[in-house]
């Protein structure tokens, strides 16, 4: 059973969402503060946290940047419905998508699915291509293992958010191909892009940072204006 954090605290929608969650089959827990949502998160296991931003003391900006330092849980926060500031900060400091307020219950339900999926695909290895030897992909001087959901450029690690992995993996899958920001949308964040979505973008400025430059100082992850994103094609080690 997949289990939830709540981190909100708006004690009524709490219940609300336990008792739908509950329904679809979750496993539900809540806290109404920030600072006993980063010690749950940190001391539990939880499959997703849903974390607001409007939370008293330490909001939930603080809250994300506490939990990354110590955990790659996968992240789901609550925004104020039309405030693009929000989600791009939400996104920029690690969390999987975001979610405005107020929403539908299904709605909420179909982002948790899709990260569910999105983290099973890549750690059970069923989209990884025949081709790749043991499951790993490696491009230049990345090597991607989707078993061990870990990513390493030349011999160090690099720690990456569920999302950010799943979109790495998709665009290593198709190195030298441009792939549309529609097509990342769908399948890596298991929707389609809203007008004016920023969502895979962020994502992609969080990976260039983590991964740094090829050598050479060359882009690692080219931007195809109007159209999307290409991770360029290079044999091992060149």
């Not at 790749?132 to 160090?156: C, K, M, W, Y």
């Not at 990342?184 to 809203?194: I, S």
């Amino acid at each position: 059973m997949t289990s939830l954090l709540i981190i909100d605290d708006d004690t009524e929608l709490c219940e609300l969402l336990a008792d739908y969650l509950g329904r679809e089959g979750f496993q539900i827990a809540a806290v109404h503060n920030g600072t006993d949502g980063v010690t749950q998160t940190l001391t539990e296991e939880y499959d997703l946290i849903v974390l607001d931003v409007m939370l008293p003391g330490l909001n939930g900006f603080d809250v994300l940047r506490k939990i990354r330092l110590g955990s790659m849980v996968p992240v789901l926060m609550l925004t104020a419905r039309g405030d693009d500031v929000d989600r791009i900060v939400g996104l920029e400091l690690g969390a999987d998508d975001y979610l405005p307020k107020p929403f539908n219950p299904r709605e909420l339900v179909a982002r948790i699915r899709a990260i569910q999926r999105r983290i099973g695909s890549t750690r059970e290895g069923s989209s990884v291509s025949p081709e790749t030897f043991s499951g790993t992909i490696t491009v230049g001087d990345v090597t991607l293992n989707p078993a061990t959901h870990t990513v390493h450029r030349d011999e160090s690690q690099v720690e990456l958010t569920a999302v950010e992995f799943s979109l790495l993996h998709y665009l290593l899958k198709k190195a030298g191909q441009v792939v549309p920001r529609d097509e990342l949308a769908e399948k890596v964040l298991g929707r389609k892009l809203e007008l004016f979505d920023r969502s895979i973008d962020v994502h992609i400025s969080s990976l260039r940072k983590k991964l740094g430059s090829r050598p050479g100082g060359r882009d690692r992850i080219i931007s195809v204006r109007g159209v999307g994103y290409q991770y360029p094609f290079e044999e091992s080690g060149s």
